[in-house]
């Protein structure tokens, strides 16, 4: 079975698929409501994962230097939509530290569009927003919060 | 013949004769399944998605009347200038609605298809958005359909094309905010391309609202081994706050200050 050698696994033609598919949906939520032109990279305590539709939403506890804690609502995307690039909803649970990075939500409200996660197992993984690319990301060492 | 040996080969008989006639069976209930193998009727049972391809025409505007343009074109602005200043409007989605028809057609996740005896079903799986296509039945007056998400669907094999019609899609249900009246007609014409992509031809008639028939097409691919998954609105935490934008239900966390 030479073939076998050169064809692609089934997981990555589905997973090449829907990227595919991705390109072509558009979305059924607006996420206008974040600013485009920045990211903010949130290290925090993880106090809510919320497995849901319309939409998944992570809510995290972050210390700064000070040791003062701000609490930010992380809005995700559909878990369908998750589940299809290989989330479950045990990869994050209460407690656990996580990196996030986010764009900020132009209300100045401590919300935030997730962009990507960094698990505690040190794996990162992306949420599948539609047009994320439209999200321009801010190095780590220029962001202002 | 000893008569060990007869034995054998009688036995030998009954176990092939079973297992043909057990294929028989198989074969004999996958087709009281799938009517589709009717002579000339693709088979289009499964999971699909949106697809571009050459084949398909790009996206078409309505061709309304002036009054309808207008207040079309209001809509679809002021929703454009409220994204642009980041304070989005909330719209039906926002509050968790399924699409209805024709917008579910439009496949933002995927499509399952089923054919049955006398029925066609579609399942999108935003919302778990479900309608039915009855076939070879007498469409019904508007009057006698309760609007709906999706209306009342009938639907009739023309060849290898599914030819359906729709009526009694509630006038708050709209696509791309084009209005329409209660008398809508939705036509679709489904068929199965030699290139494997199923195409939508679907035509919107309203002469209540529209100079001329509105025609549009949506394009699909087969997506193997995809079942798809449940979708349920929960804790939705969107709703439509002042002025009709978009917001976000902030929850108090859990351990404040921890």
Redesign the interface.
């Given at each position: 079975m030479i073939l076998e050698k050169f064809a692609m696994p089934?997981s990555l033609c589905?997973a090449v698929?829907?990227l595919?598919?991705a390109?072509?949906?558009?979305?059924?939520?607006?996420f206008?409501?974040?600013?485009h032109t920045r990211t903010l990279t949130l290290k925090g305590t993880v106090?809510?994962f919320?497995w849901?539709?319309?939409?998944a939403?992570l809510?995290l506890?972050v210390r700064d230097a000070k040791g003062v804690?701000k609490?930010y609502?992380l809005?995700g995307t559909?878990i369908?939509?998750m589940?299809?690039i290989g989330w479950r909803s045990n990869m994050i649970k209460f407690g656990d530290s996580v990196k996030a990075v986010m764009a900020p939500?132009?209300?100045g409200?401590?919300?935030g569009l997730l962009l990507e996660v960094t698990l505690p197992n040190g794996e990162t993984k992306q949420l599948g927003v539609p047009a994320g690319d439209s999200f321009k990301r801010t190095p780590e060492q220029e962001q202002k919060p | 013949m000893t008569s060990a040996r007869a034995i054998r080969n009688a036995a030998g008989i009954f176990v092939v004769t079973t297992f043909l006639l057990g294929l028989q069976g198989l074969q004999g209930s996958a087709s009281a399944q799938a009517p589709q193998s009717v002579a000339g009727i693709p088979d289009i049972t499964g999971s699909w998605?949106?697809?571009?391809d050459p084949s398909i025409p790009a996206a078409s505007q309505p061709p309304l009347k002036p009054q309808y343009l207008k207040e079309q074109q209001a809509k679809n602005q002021a929703a454009r200038e409220?994204?642009?200043k980041?304070?989005?409007l909330a719209?039906r989605?926002?509050m968790?609605l399924p699409e209805g028809m024709p917008a579910m057609m439009?496949?933002?996740?995927?499509i399952e298809i089923l054919q049955s005896k006398g029925q066609i079903t579609i399942i999108e799986?935003?919302f778990t958005q479900v309608r039915r296509i009855l076939l070879d039945q007498p469409q019904k007056a508007v009057a006698d359909v309760e609007p709906g998400f999706y209306g009342h669907s009938v639907g009739h094999w023309e060849g290898s094309t599914l030819v359906a019609e729709t009526v009694g899609v509630r006038e708050n249900v709209v696509y791309q905010n084009a209005p329409h009246s209660a008398d809508m007609r939705i036509k679709e014409r489904i068929s199965l391309g030699a290139n494997g992509i199923l195409r939508d031809e679907i035509t919107i008639e309203d002469p209540a609202t529209l100079e001329k028939p509105w025609t549009f097409t949506f394009g699909y691919?087969r997506?193997p081994?995809?079942s798809l998954?449940e979708?349920?609105?929960?804790?939705?935490?969107?709703y439509a706050g002042e002025n009709g934008q978009?917001k976000?239900r902030?929850?108090a966390?859990?351990?404040?200050?921890?």
């Amino acid at each position: 079975m030479i073939l076998e050698k050169f064809a692609m696994p089934r997981s990555l033609c589905l997973a090449v698929i829907l990227l595919m598919a991705a390109s072509v949906a558009e979305a059924h939520h607006s996420f206008a409501m974040y600013d485009h032109t920045r990211t903010l990279t949130l290290k925090g305590t993880v106090t809510k994962f919320q497995w849901t539709n319309p939409h998944a939403y992570l809510e995290l506890d972050v210390r700064d230097a000070k040791g003062v804690v701000k609490h930010y609502t992380l809005e995700g995307t559909s878990i369908n939509m998750m589940q299809r690039i290989g989330w479950r909803s045990n990869m994050i649970k209460f407690g656990d530290s996580v990196k996030a990075v986010m764009a900020p939500a132009t209300s100045g409200e401590p919300v935030g569009l997730l962009l990507e996660v960094t698990l505690p197992n040190g794996e990162t993984k992306q949420l599948g927003v539609p047009a994320g690319d439209s999200f321009k990301r801010t190095p780590e060492q220029e962001q202002k919060p | 013949m000893t008569s060990a040996r007869a034995i054998r080969n009688a036995a030998g008989i009954f176990v092939v004769t079973t297992f043909l006639l057990g294929l028989q069976g198989l074969q004999g209930s996958a087709s009281a399944q799938a009517p589709q193998s009717v002579a000339g009727i693709p088979d289009i049972t499964g999971s699909w998605e949106r697809a571009r391809d050459p084949s398909i025409p790009a996206a078409s505007q309505p061709p309304l009347k002036p009054q309808y343009l207008k207040e079309q074109q209001a809509k679809n602005q002021a929703a454009r200038e409220a994204s642009a200043k980041g304070t989005p409007l909330a719209d039906r989605a926002t509050m968790c609605l399924p699409e209805g028809m024709p917008a579910m057609m439009g496949a933002t996740f995927p499509i399952e298809i089923l054919q049955s005896k006398g029925q066609i079903t579609i399942i999108e799986e935003a919302f778990t958005q479900v309608r039915r296509i009855l076939l070879d039945q007498p469409q019904k007056a508007v009057a006698d359909v309760e609007p709906g998400f999706y209306g009342h669907s009938v639907g009739h094999w023309e060849g290898s094309t599914l030819v359906a019609e729709t009526v009694g899609v509630r006038e708050n249900v709209v696509y791309q905010n084009a209005p329409h009246s209660a008398d809508m007609r939705i036509k679709e014409r489904i068929s199965l391309g030699a290139n494997g992509i199923l195409r939508d031809e679907i035509t919107i008639e309203d002469p209540a609202t529209l100079e001329k028939p509105w025609t549009f097409t949506f394009g699909y691919r087969r997506i193997p081994n995809y079942s798809l998954l449940e979708y349920i609105c929960e804790d939705n935490r969107e709703y439509a706050g002042e002025n009709g934008q978009q917001k976000i239900r902030i929850d108090a966390p859990p351990n404040p200050g921890k």
